[in-house]
């Protein structure tokens, strides 16, 4: 479903770019979005299951963010991106002598970006966009378990360095509040959305 949604967004995109109508948004214009996404940490983590695991959990919040945009231009807007994200997997499992074990892997971060968009639509009730974010990212990962065989591990911050590649849409149902949707490449979430409101 959401690989015909990707395409469906790219074919808009490239079919739309040069329509011209009233815009609903424009230039001096400031919008705050709060959102909340989905990222793909469980397909990361889920190649850490054991074969021999009696019960597998997985557990989280977020991304959750929060967007400041500016228009600067008719079709350009900068802004700031800030969101938050913590996830934890763990499983038992179960050795030779019938001695269970567990063990959790954690990973919590916080990314804060510079924002770019370039708006190909404009349109009364419509914007669609592709931005870029650079920034910050705080990321610590760890492991822990009471195996003795296993080793405890904290994976420092080692490349703070936080990027997104991302093309979204807003529909505004009044002058002044809207719903958004966004898919993406790093950054914290595959896909996000919430509620835009322009000052």
Do not use: C
Request: cysteine-free; hydrophobic content about 40%; charged content about 20%.
């Amino acid at each position: 479903m959401t690989k015909y949604f990707i395409i469906a967004l790219a074919i808009a995109s490239f079919s739309l770019i040069g329509i011209e109508s009233q815009a609903q948004i424009e230039k001096g214009d400031v919008l705050f979005e709060g959102y909340y996404g989905y990222s793909l940490a469980k397909g990361f983590w889920s190649s850490m299951e054991r074969e021999d695991a009696l019960d597998i959990n997985y557990s989280g919040f977020g991304p959750v963010g929060a967007r400041f945009e500016y228009r600067a231009a008719e079709k350009l807007s900068l802004g700031l991106d800030v969101n938050y994200r913590v996830f934890e997997f763990s499983q038992d499992y179960e050795d030779m002598d019938n001695v269970v074990y567990s063990s959790k892997y954690t990973s919590e971060q916080l990314r804060v970006m510079a924002r770019m968009n370039f708006h190909f639509i404009n349109e009364e009730h419509l914007d669609y966009y592709m931005g870029w974010g650079v920034g910050y990212k705080y990321s610590v990962k760890d492991f822990s378990s009471n195996d003795d065989s296993n080793i405890e591990v904290e994976w420092p911050n080692i490349f703070p360095v936080a990027f997104r590649v991302s093309t979204g849409v807003r529909y505004f149902f009044t002058e002044n509040l809207g719903l958004h949707g966004e898919v993406g490449i790093g950054g914290g979430s595959f896909f996000n959305g919430g509620i835009t409101y322009k000052l």
